[in-house]
């Protein structure tokens, strides 16, 4: 495809039902009340010169290149900053006004390095493109007058680099920081011929605020913002449109190629999820597609202490499929298992768990998403009839209140974070619940109006106690629950919540969060006009994470918050697919689209697909699985893309149940640390090499689209396939899109899509089908999915991890805005400037109290394990309360969470630890033996490929 050039029309659409009729050059047009005179004259055209303008950003009107005359109105308005109105008659080309930009651009272009023939960005540069435009032929001027020529380069950001004495001070890339992004890190300093563009305290960007999202490079008209790629590699040829892998926000990029080699990532203005915006990882932290540290030959070895042997891919594939069919011949036909991803395509997704259902001929498929979001699936399926979140995006933009539960959006997903501070900016309410004091709790023009700063593990106690106040101070909405609900069960649950317990002055005892609190915040969400919830993993991963997000789902019925635009109930997902994974089937006890196993008519869809029976038994979650290979009963997994030795909880009994099975079959990018106990590794492919789809947090399915050969030969569904094949069950897939196929014929939700549809529309969200062709962007609208919206009693029951004066303090973990995950692709890519080592957040209070200064080592124990790592003191935790991040192998936070998990989905218990925390001297003895373990495990002997 050749380089996708968006149009750019100078400034944003507007969208008024009121139709505005002007002439321009003589040229009718017609357009909504509000837009400016540029914009209607790009709809019929006509490109204005600009410079200072862009459509992402509000016209700002100081370049004075795109001044139009219009008669019968004095002098020469600037074309971005005026608005069209009924018959008027503009002239963009008069030679007064081309005269004028001549002037205009000759002031520019004397105070301008004279390079373009070296410069970077030489043919995709708006300064040389307008210098055309105006005609410029000379500079009356000179060069030699007072310049800006010697200012100098700020490299320091680790992508892009600001040359500043190429900048002409059109203030885009301070707007895009503060209207695209809203991080405010840039300022025009100084007056007239002194003004320039400083990043925080006129410092070196990598030191400022800056959270390098990108938004200014992109806004950048020259060449002084400027990705350090294209200045490297040069300016890329084509392109194709593509969805990062990173986040659940599922932004779509512009992947710009010379050849096969990536240049730049550029944010899609036509992706509906991100609207041209990004941050750091997708448009930067792709580098790791081509680190020296991937794997790109299959390797074997017979024991998990042997070296590694690189192998073929025919070798590897007939070892695995005779391996598995060993086993189950030994050991019974559930003695084997397979992990799918959330990171792959669901057409991978789909596959890995047709694998076992079909060929393996049991149930024994699980997700990492049993480890994020499964309550979510099963809370809102049982409330409300469908397992996903409740609106789009761009919901949010109708939003009067903001309730953020257990969730840090511009960390965790930051781009929908900017567009939930836009609208806060413009005068949204905002209620944080959180232990911890999160960025959004306080960011530039946005304060919250509540921070509910809980104790970690009360969340069901304070969610209650909200629909207490609603319920007894007369909040309710009554009319939406009669029409909406079940009487019985809004009735039992009234009643309950009723409860003194549950009164926030009880609460508080608990909690620790103010009674007043939360009566302001209760009351806050009931009558605030429209308002949305958005939660996420902090609300998911706890002993009761599905009574939180019934209890969520409890509050925006009680209230009528769910069925329309600006309100709902979002799980905000953590990795790019794991609304896809569980659409996929990927749950032992679902098949695709969230039918039960034990539901014969399913079955029978499936077993006339395929062609075989179904157990109607489902089978082992993830931690069944190791349960029943430490018992002997469970000996062979197939795992795709995940990283369960440092995902998942309780590391000890991961790698137990790992090192007592016979045959671990590991697919990934890296040698990760689960490969540490795998027999065969199988190179996997990155999201660039392949074909398929993602579906975001908003049910949105993209299209993932292959913008180079896989590195290692074969795409992932291709090796599924073939294992498949070399076990026995044909698969005879040619291309993802016929997986696609199959899943619109089996599952009704995607009855409509297709890999055609989806290139034709961009994307859509699911359900999609003849009642709703082009996808859904708001569920529930007119009746819930499962009929009438079901209440459920949500006790408050106290986790059985408790404090005590062995573990006096609680451990909550969470995720920072450069890293992703186990890390295993930004560890490799220069996202290590930002975070290069897991911290602990304690108090200073708490720190105090052991002897603890800021960058200590310390020893962070919990009655399963301990390990080291360096303090940060901040008052950003409450005393008592300790954080760290997950994301790298070397501290792993999780060899020290616990086995508790949620009462209905085995969603472990992530965010509430007890544990003690002292001063250290050097590893932990867990730390010591696993880089042992690690260094032996990863030895790869380098015996060529047959
Ligand atoms: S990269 Fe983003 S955060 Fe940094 S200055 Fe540019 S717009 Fe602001
Ligand atoms: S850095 Fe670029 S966007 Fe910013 S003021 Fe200079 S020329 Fe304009
Ligand atoms: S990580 Fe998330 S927010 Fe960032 S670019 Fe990728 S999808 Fe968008
Ligand atoms: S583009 Fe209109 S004043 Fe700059």
Known sequence: MPLIQEIDYGTPIRLSPKQVTLTIDGHEVTVPEGTSIMHAAMDAGIKVPKLCATDSLNAFG???????????????????????APGLKVHTTSENVRKLRRGVMELYISD???????????????????????????????????????????????????????????????????????????????????????????????????????ACVQACPTATLMEKTVVELGQPEHSVVTTCAYCG??????????????????????????????????????????????????MMRAKTTDPWRETTWDEAIAHVASEFKRIQAQHGRGSIGVITSSRCTNEETYLVQKLARAAFGNNNTDTCARVC?????????????????????????????????????????????????????????????????????HTPHVDAAYHLPLRPGTNVAVLTSLAHVIVTEGLVNQDFVRARCEDDSFADWAAFVSEPHNSPEEVAKTSGVPAETIRAAARLYATGGNAAI????????????????????????????????????????????????????????????????????????????????IDPEPGLRIPNMLDAAIDGSFRGIYIQGEDIAQSDPDTHHITSGLEAMECVVVQDLFLNETANYAHVFLPGATFLEKDGTFTNAERRINRVRKVMAPRAGLADWEVTQAIS????????????????????????????????????????????????????????????????????????????????????????????????????QTRRTANVAWHPQDLLEIHPHDAEERGIKEGDLVRLASRVGATT????????????????????????????????????????????TAVQVSPSNGPSDWQTSYAEHSRVARHIELVPAK
Request: proline residues 6%; hydrophobic residues 35%.
């Open 249 to 298: 926000v599922g932004c779509s990029f512009k992947a710009e190629m010379r050849g096969d080699m990536v240049v730049n990532m550029v944010p899609y203005k036509d992706g509906k999820a991100n609207h041209g915006h990004s941050c750091v990882k997708g448009r930067f932290a792709w580098g790791y597609a081509t680190h020296r540290e991937r794997i790109l030959k299959p």
């Open 112 to 214: 301008h390095p004279l390079d373009c023939l070296t410069c970077a960005a030489n043919g995709n540069c708006e300064l040389q493109d307008a210098a055309g435009e105006v005609g410029l032929r000379d500079v009356r001027y000179g060069y030699a007058g007072a310049n800006h020529l010697d200012a100098p380069t700020d490299t320091s950001n680790p992508y892009f680099q600001f040359e500043a004495s190429k900048c002409i001070v059109c203030s885009r890339c301070v707007r895009a920081c503060e209207e695209v992004q809203g991080t405010f890190a840039l300022t025009i300093q100084g007056r007239g011929f002194a003004s320039k563009v400083a990043a925080g305290m006129d410092e070196p960007f990598l030191t400022s605020e800056c959270v390098s999202c990108g």
């Open 725 to 824: 094949n070399a076990y026995g069950f044909p698969m005879h897939y040619t291309h993802p899109s016929e997986i696609m196929d199959e899943i619109a014929r089996t599952t009704p939700s995607f009855a409509g899509v297709s890999f055609a549809k989806l290139d034709a529309e961009g994307s859509v969200q699911w359900p999609c089908n003849d009642k709703m062709p082009h996808g859904t962007p708001t569920m529930h609208m007119d009746g819930f999915v499962r009929g009438r919206g079901r209440f459920f009693v949500t006790e408050y029951v106290a986790t059985d991890e408790k404090v005590g004066p062995r573990f006096p303090l609680l451990l909550t973990t969470g995720r920072i805005l450069s890293q992703y995950n186990v890390g295993a």
């Open 869 to 912: 790592l360096h303090a940060h003191l901040t008052d950003r935790v409450a005393p008592g309360v300790v954080y760290t991040t997950f994301h790298h192998p070397d501290t792993q936070a999780n060899v020290i969470t616990t086995e508790y998990s949620d009462w209905a989905t085995n969603c472990p218990e992530y965010k509430v």
């Open 62 to 84: 100081s370049c004075r290149l795109c001044l139009v005359e219009i008669e019968g109105r004095p002098g020469t308005p600037a074309s971005c900053t005026t608005l069209v």
């Open 534 to 613: 958005y939660y996420g993993l902090g609300v998911t991963e706890h002993s009761q994470g599905t009574t939180a997000v019934m209890a969520i789902a409890n509050l925006a019925m009680a209230t009528g918050n769910i069925g329309k635009p600006g309100v709902g109930v979002n799980p905000l997902r953590g990795q790019n697919n794991v609304q896809g994974s569980c659409d996929m089937g990927s749950f032992p006890h679902e098949l695709p689209g969230y039918r039960h196993v034990s539901d014969p008519t399913v079955r029978a869809i499936y077993e006339r697909e395929w062609g075989v029976k």
């Open 373 to 441: 979001h499964s309550p979510t699936g099963f809370g809102l399926s049982q409330t409300f009839g469908t397992s996903a979140g409740t609106q789009d995006f761009d919901s949010v933009e109708h939003a009067d209140v903001i309730m953020v539960v257990g969730a840090n959006p511009t960390d965790g997903h930051p781009v929908f974070a900017s567009r939930m501070k836009k609208r806060l900016r413009e005068g949204a309410k905002l209620i944080v619940i959180d232990p911890r004091r999160i960025d959004l709790v």
